[in-house]
């Protein structure tokens, strides 16, 4: 089993920006990739980001390329986002994953076995 528990989301601005953090506990080992994920009021929980923790093999989804920076600490089993000039439609609740997606796969959410609480991101002025 893993357990994964997200922080860092809140009430932003437009073009502020947040970091959000999912650690990791339990057979971290037997889970290769992470993702992050998020899911707005009334859609589809959709892709976000992803890495491979051995290689640091990294893909986004297209409207966040540029402004989100998935990264992880292999030390303290702790993934996170960097997620700079926010905008309105980023508003989401936003959650962490973890699975065997392969690189053809890694957008689809039953490829991940294992999924954070989620953490809501607010973007309003």
């Known amino acids: 089993q893993v357990q994964l528990v997200e922080s860092g989301g809140g009430l932003v601005q437009p073009g502020d920006s947040l970091r959000l953090s999912c650690a990791a506990s339990g057979r971290t080992f037997s889970t290769p990739v992470m993702g992050w994920f998020r899911q707005a009021p009334g859609k589809e929980r959709e892709f976000v980001a992803v890495?491979?923790?051995?290689?640091?093999?990294?893909y986004y989804a297209d409207s966040v390329k540029g402004r989100f920076t998935i990264s992880r600490d292999n030390a303290k089993n702790t993934l996170y986002l960097q997620i700079n000039s926010l905008k309105f439609e980023d508003t989401a609740v936003y959650y962490c994953?973890?699975?065997?997606?392969?690189?053809?796969?890694?957008?689809?959410?039953?490829?991940?076995?294992?999924w954070g609480q989620g953490t809501q991101v607010t973007v309003s002025s």
């Open positions: 994953a973890a699975g065997w997606p392969t690189t053809n796969s890694y957008m689809r959410t039953s490829k991940y076995d294992y």
């Open positions: 890495v491979w923790w051995s290689s640091g093999l990294t």
